[in-house]
């Protein structure tokens, strides 16, 4: 048993040798402390007082600021050799010329946990710097508008701090009074004056209008509020934080295998690709290799929920730009392929199949004819909706040029995944960075050129055309073998190696009841979901439950760009940039 | 409606006058308790309000779209408003933050009003007893008809539908606002698990287990391929290229 508790060595995974780190910490100065961690990562620990001066002098190295969030270390037993801290505020950052990372860590004490706010270098930083205020009281000084962003603005507390109920029924029962329904309808009340807006210019006076947040085409509970010339947009204030489901608390109550539903249910249209990164940042920890079977396994079922929600992307941007039949081909199609995701797995949407060290079950006997029926019936379908929607007059001039960004706007704003490859950027994690086994797969990376509404759904429809092209791969080369790896902690461990003496039996008991133990180590991980980027940093204090969970998703850095991208058009056009956005507010509130 | 079929014969006799007038009657009236018979054309005319919160509002959608086809049992006039509807499926979690919001609307929707409560979430919270969720709309809504599941199958909610139909058709409500004694009067509900258990029981069929390939649902839903509109060869307006 003993092997398993080490945590495994730090490998470079991402390209940065440690001379370079070395080198890097030379030019940064002395007073910087190096942390490994599990994923290679390298992690600075920097003073706050040059916080700034250091991030301003990575921003040409690092232009994309993956992440940024904290950690509360109060009750954090394993932190040898790291500097003291109360709280830890992380910034990650990203090189896509050189394909390395780098994670900046400032330690603040509890009574002073203030230290200076990055918009000035990153605009990306505004809703991190809210949120981390929000869930931690962390204080960003410089900050134009440190609100609650996901929370209430009447909340009381920080939920992240770990002194914060986690449960509801831990608090007291929520009454809906006529005096607190009053309470919240004001503080939703937009005031321009607060985002420094005002409500006039020399020959007109402004609108003001609320959209959402329920609302038919801001897909969910988003509320966005216009200031509005007429009918065209001067100017939007997005508004988060309605589906806010405490997914990273979460973590910290729950065991390392029953978290997997609940990552299920961050990009809902996801699927199982959400048990993807979260699995794999614990096997990483714990040192599980996964087996060829299972890595072939969670490709294919990953690459069907792909499909499954570019299909319903597809539908509803063309019905927001005006088609009402496409979404009906679209919903009868995705139907098709949850009758293969319900036999193979047993559920529909959240089937929560993946587990630490391989998925829930063997494949069935008969999959690989559903699965060929499909991938041989799909392309004709795809071709027919290309032709039916995307060539459609109506439907290109409504989106092309509208909505636009280059590719240096997406890289400072965050923006990843099809939004990105839109802009002709080709970065896409599957061939980048291979992870999971996606190296032995053979497919392109589709690109697009002007990164508008346009090119964002033609990027997409066709990387539907392409995860069927993984998928035919994965049926026609699917390996034989075990679905899970044989080690101690794959949860639940295989039943034949529980059947054998008492400590076997044991083993399985512990396992199953209280949840494998990872050991201390921190570790993130990151895939190319459905959306973008979507990446879960976990930190686990040598227990059962993670002491820290960090869930970065896609549609969280989309949204913040929103303003920019829609100043200037109408209203209508404001629908078609949120419809080719493709977010759900799962994924952006978690 | 009464009707039958005589064969064109000269020499039949004919309806006598009585006979006519009694067929007109029946054809012409109805007899029924106005209460009846408002409820009735409520149940079958539910109007529901576009809303949704969270992942079961997906499955709400594609209960409404072509496989599944909500419209068969008359509830598909989706509104935009809440003002021009009068059912409301709370599809998913309810958040503390939304709380005021969904209470608002509902405030805004026609009487007389129904509420489905689709999911887990909106049924009791669920797997989210988080500082952020309220522990299931019914603390501040009157939930008609809740559906398990999370989320809820197409098909769950339809029965949910349905369920609530006959509801509207046995429990009348209000017209409008009156004074003294509001609500309805409920009958015992019986339990919709004990009521269905012996019927759910009753397999006749098993399928071998571990073969999915020749599942039903395989061979109904890929096997028998529905002719393409992209029939190779023809475009969209039929003409050979």
Redesign the interface.
């Known amino acids: 048993m003993s092997e398993v508790l080490e945590p495994p060595l730090a490998h470079a995974a991402t390209g940065e040798s440690p001379n370079q780190v070395e080198t890097l910490r030379q030019r940064l100065g002395g007073d910087i402390q190096l942390q490994e961690t599990a994923d290679g990562i390298p992690n600075l620990w920097v003073p706050r007082n040059r916080l700034l001066e250091v991030m301003r002098g990575l921003k040409d190295d690092y232009p994309l600021l993956f992440d940024l969030s904290a950690v509360d270390e109060r009750v954090r037993n394993n932190r040898h050799g790291l500097p003291d801290a109360d709280f830890t505020v992380f910034y990650h950052l990203i090189s896509l010329a050189r394909n390395s990372d780098l994670r900046i860590k400032v330690a603040l004490p509890e009574g002073d946990s203030s230290l200076p706010s990055l918009t000035s270098v990153w605009p990306a930083a505004n809703w991190y710097e809210r949120e981390a205020y929000d869930m931690f009281g962390v204080n960003f000084e410089g900050h134009p508008n440190l609100y609650r962003i996901?929370?209430?603005a009447l909340w009381e507390g920080h939920?992240l701090r770990k002194e914060?109920?986690?449960?509801?029924?831990e608090?007291d029962?929520?009454?809906?009074s006529d005096e607190?329904?009053d309470a919240?309808?004001e503080s939703?009340r937009f005031k321009p004056e607060e985002w420094g807006m005002s409500r006039g210019a020399k020959h007109t006076d402004f609108m003001f209008l609320n959209l959402g947040?329920?609302h038919?085409s801001v897909h969910?509970?988003f509320r966005i509020a216009l200031q509005l010339d007429g009918e065209v947009v001067v100017d939007a204030v997005p508004d988060i934080?309605?589906?806010?489901?405490?997914a990273e608390?979460?973590g910290e109550r729950q065991s390392w295998h029953t978290y997997i539903?609940?990552t299920d249910?961050v990009d809902?249209?996801g699927g199982v690709m959400n048990n993807l990164p979260y699995v794999m940042a614990v096997e990483k920890m714990a040192g599980i290799e996964v087996p060829d079977r299972a890595k072939v396994i969670r490709i294919m079922m990953s690459e069907f929920f792909r499909i499954a929600s570019h299909l319903?992307f597809f539908g509803t941007f063309a019905q927001d730009v005006g088609q009402m039949s496409p979404?009906?081909?679209m919903?009868?199609d995705?139907?098709?392929l949850f009758?293969i995701v319900?036999?193979?797995t047993g559920g529909?949407?959240?089937p929560s199949w993946f587990r630490i060290g391989g998925v829930g079950q063997d494949l069935?006997?008969?999959?690989?004819?559903?699965v060929r029926?499909?991938v041989d019936?799909m392309p004709?379908?795809v071709?027919?909706y290309d032709?039916m929607a995307t060539k459609n007059g109506i439907l290109k001039r409504r989106t092309i040029g509208v909505g636009q960004y280059n590719n240096a706007e997406a890289v400072e704003w965050g923006i990843t995944g099809p939004g990105m490859r839109a802009t002709g950027l080709d970065w896409d994690l599957r061939k980048q960075r291979p992870y999971g086994g996606y190296d032995q797969f053979d497919f392109e990376v589709p690109l697009a050129a002007n990164g508008d509404c346009y090119d964002r759904c033609v990027v997409r429809v066709e990387e539907i055309r392409q995860s069927l092209r993984i998928i035919r791969q994965c049926l026609n080369n699917m390996p034989a073998g075990p679905y899970k790896a044989e080690h101690p902690q794959t949860t639940p461990p295989p039943k034949e190696r529980t059947m054998q003496d008492i400590e076997t039996l044991i083993q399985h008991f512990l396992n199953v009841s209280w949840g494998p133990v990872i050991p201390p180590s921190e570790c993130s991980v990151m895939i190319e979901a459905t959306k973008g980027w979507n990446s879960y940093y976990l930190t686990s204090d040598g227990g059962t439950m993670s002491y820290r969970t960090r869930i970065r998703t896609p549609s969280f850095a989309h949204l913040q760009m929103i303003p920019l991208i829609s100043r200037g058009f109408m209203i209508a056009d404001l629908i078609a940039i949120i419809a080719s956005i493709d977010f759900v507010?799962?994924d952006v509130d978690r | 409606m009464q009707w039958r079929l005589v064969k064109a014969e000269a020499d039949a006799p004919m309806a006598s006058a009585d006979e006519v007038y009694q067929e007109q009657v029946a054809k012409g009236f109805l007899t029924a308790k106005l209460d009846d018979l408002v409820a009735w054309g409520r149940a079958h005319s539910l109007w529901p309000f576009?809303?949704?919160?969270?992942?079961c509002?997906?499955?709400m959608?594609?209960a409404l779209?072509?496989?599944h086809d909500m419209s068969r049992f008359g509830a598909e006039v989706i509104r935009?408003t809440p003002r021009q509807a009068d059912l409301i499926v709370i599809a998913g979690?309810v958040?503390?933050?939304?709380?005021?919001?969904v209470?608002?609307?509902y405030d805004q929707l026609l009487e007389p009003k129904w509420v489905i409560s689709m999911g887990s979430c909106a049924n009791s919270?669920g797997?989210?007893?988080?500082?952020?969720?309220?522990?299931g709309v019914d603390?501040?809504l009157p939930v008609d008809v809740y559906v398990p599941g999370?989320?809820p199958?197409p098909e769950a909610l339809m029965q949910g539908l349905t369920l609530l139909q006959e509801a509207v058709k046995a429990r009348p409500r209000p017209y409008s606002w009156i004074v003294g004694e509001d609500g309805e009067v409920s009958k015992y509900q019986p339990s919709q698990r004990d009521a269905r258990t012996p019927v759910r029981m009753r397999v006749t069929e098993l399928e071998e287990p571990?073969?999915?390939?020749?599942?039903p649902?395989?061979k109904d839903?890929?096997?028998q391929?529905s002719p393409?509109?992209?029939t190779p060869g023809r475009d969209?307006t039929g003409r050979r290229r």
């Open positions: 996901l929370t209430p939920p914060h109920p986690a449960r509801a029924t608090m029962p929520f009454r809906m607190l329904l919240q309808q939703l947040p329920n038919p969910g509970v934080g309605y589906h806010h489901r405490g608390k979460m539903p609940y249910r809902y249209l319903l979404v009906f081909y919903f009868a995705r139907e098709r009758s319900e036999a193979i529909r949407m959240h069935p006997e008969g999959w690989d004819t559903m029926d499909f019936y004709a379908r071709d027919h032709k507010m799962a | 576009n809303f949704g919160l969270s992942c509002y997906v499955e959608a594609t779209t072509s496989r935009a979690t958040f503390r933050k939304m709380a005021p919001v209470q608002h609307l919270g797997m989210f007893d988080i500082y952020s969720v309220v522990q603390k501040f999370c989320p199958r571990g073969n999915v390939g020749d599942a649902l395989s839903l890929l096997r391929k393409s509109p992209a969209g």
